[in-house]
């Protein structure tokens, strides 16, 4: 199988695409404390482009990662509910990113303990991509998940879901 340096893939990253609309402003002022506007966007812009160094996924390029999708599914009361009714109810999420669903999913009352989420969790690239450099796969890059406690200025002790 062919190689394929990742950069020549990379499209550069670009702040004019940042925008939060009031409910998403709302939602990541609480939990990364942070009410400052501009300071809130030079922060979300520093996670953003730690994030594209782990892997250059479309969607933390153009910031999907703060638009909470979730709430908008059919079926998201429904799961809330579950959520408060079943104590063994578990919700897990895949490819979660920075774990905004999961706090949502929180926030609105499922509870945190039935939580469990995964996804890409180092800065190693998958293949068909090749390293940019023999030392890049003995560089520890923080994975999504630890960003996200970067992006919301949390711990796993302050918000302990299993990765």
């Given at each position: 199988m062919d190689t394929v340096d990742r950069k020549e893939l990379e499209l550069p990253l670009n702040d004019g695409l940042y925008?939060?609309?009031?409910?998403?402003?709302?939602?990541?002022d609480r939990w990364t404390g942070i009410h400052d506007e501009d300071e809130l966007k030079r922060h979300i812009l520093d996670c953003q482009a730690k994030a594209y160094a782990v892997f250059p996924y479309p969607c933390i390029r153009t910031f999907s990662f703060l638009r909470l999708k979730i709430m908008n599914l059919p079926g998201y009361q429904n799961l809330l509910k579950l959520g408060r009714e079943r104590k063994d109810?578990?919700?897990?999420?895949?490819?979660?990113?920075?774990?905004?669903?999961?706090?949502?999913?929180?926030?609105?009352?499922?509870?945190?303990?039935?939580i469990v989420a995964t996804d890409r969790n180092s800065g190693?690239?998958?293949?068909p991509f090749a390293a940019p450099?023999?030392?890049y796969l003995f560089?520890?890059?923080?994975?999504?998940?630890?960003?996200g406690h970067q992006l919301?200025?949390?711990t796993p002790q302050t918000f302990p879901v299993p990765f």
């Open positions: 925008h939060l609309e009031p409910e998403e402003k709302e939602f990541f109810a578990i919700f897990v999420e895949f490819a979660a990113c920075f774990g905004q669903e999961l706090r949502k999913v929180v926030q609105d009352g499922f509870p945190l303990d039935n190693t690239p998958s293949l450099h023999p030392t560089t520890p890059i923080p994975g999504f998940w630890e960003l919301f200025n949390s």
